[in-house]
């Protein structure tokens, strides 16, 4: 399904991205790494599918260790994290047809989808959860019946409405990583969510200035072209730096 990005292609999507959304970004990636399929394909993803597969990626990208960064919100003091991709990828295999899923909760019966980027991208008040929440099921629930009658969804009870989200959630259990940290000086405990298309994301922007400081070395000293430059193996690239530093 997906192919490793090559070092051209990467800078490319850095490029494009620069000034995009977090959404946007993680389907730029998508779309390079995918081309056969349509924007709009990879766009009604669920979530957690789009994450585990830029998971995949950047597996392929970088290779399987994530070294994370947090500070603790209690003392401030920074914790160092060393991470597998096999640690936090949940899902194996990648569904590009839309599922439906159908929950009963009392006498209501109701059939929804996972939330996809394109959802995401539509909330006006993404870090308002309650907001978000609402936003979220009027546009996932495809049909809400009680005692067979259909009913819309501002008259389902909050407490049906809140099983529902809670198994929407669990559905798609890739989508939300939760780490469960504990400060060694403090001994706090929380949980951080792990995000990895600004972990993913960050990486490349660090990856791409280096690349560029690179090329530019190279072609002050040697007058050699962009694209040649980067068509050369790290080891190869890095011989030649050493011997204009020396």
């Given at each position: 399904m997906m192919?490793?990005?090559?070092?051209?292609?990467?800078?490319?999507?850095?490029?494009?991205?620069?000034?995009q959304s977090s959404i946007q970004r993680a389907l730029l990636l998508l779309?390079?790494?995918?081309?056969?399929?349509p924007l709009d394909k990879l766009a009604q993803l669920s979530i957690g599918q789009r994450d585990a597969c830029l998971l995949t990626l950047r597996e392929w990208t970088f290779g399987s260790q994530l070294a994370c960064l947090v500070h603790c919100p209690c003392c401030g003091d920074r914790l160092e994290l060393s991470l597998n991709v096999s640690d936090i990828r949940l899902l194996s295999e990648i569904t590009l047809d839309v599922e439906t899923f159908s929950l009963t909760v009392g006498d209501y019966d109701v059939c929804y989808r996972l939330p996809n980027s394109l959802d995401v991208a539509s909330l006006?008040?993404?870090t308002d959860l309650t907001t978000a929440s609402d936003?979220?099921?009027?546009?996932?629930?495809?049909?809400?019946?009680?005692?067979?009658?259909?009913?819309?969804i501002e008259q389902i009870p909050a407490a049906i409405v809140d099983t529902v989200v809670?198994?929407?959630?669990?559905?798609?259990?890739?989508?939300?990583?939760?780490?469960?940290?504990?400060?060694?000086?403090?001994?706090?405990?929380?949980?951080?969510?792990?995000?990895?298309?600004?972990?993913?994301?960050?990486?490349?922007?660090?990856?791409?200035y280096r690349q560029l400081r690179e090329v530019h070395v190279l072609a002050s000293a040697y007058g050699w072209r962009e694209a040649d430059i980067l068509a050369m193996t790290p080891w190869r690239r890095q011989l030649y730096l050493n011997m204009i530093g020396q």
């Open positions: 192919h490793t990005l090559s070092t051209s292609e990467l800078l490319h999507v850095w490029e494009r991205g620069v000034n779309m390079a790494a995918v081309p056969h399929l006006t008040h993404p936003q979220l099921l009027h546009r996932c629930l495809l049909t809400a019946h009680h005692q067979g009658e259909v009913v819309p809670t198994h929407m959630a669990e559905t798609d259990s890739q989508a939300d990583i939760q780490l469960a940290l504990s400060c060694p000086v403090c001994q706090h405990h929380w949980q951080s969510v792990f995000d990895i298309v600004s972990f993913f994301w960050s990486e490349i922007n660090t990856w791409a």
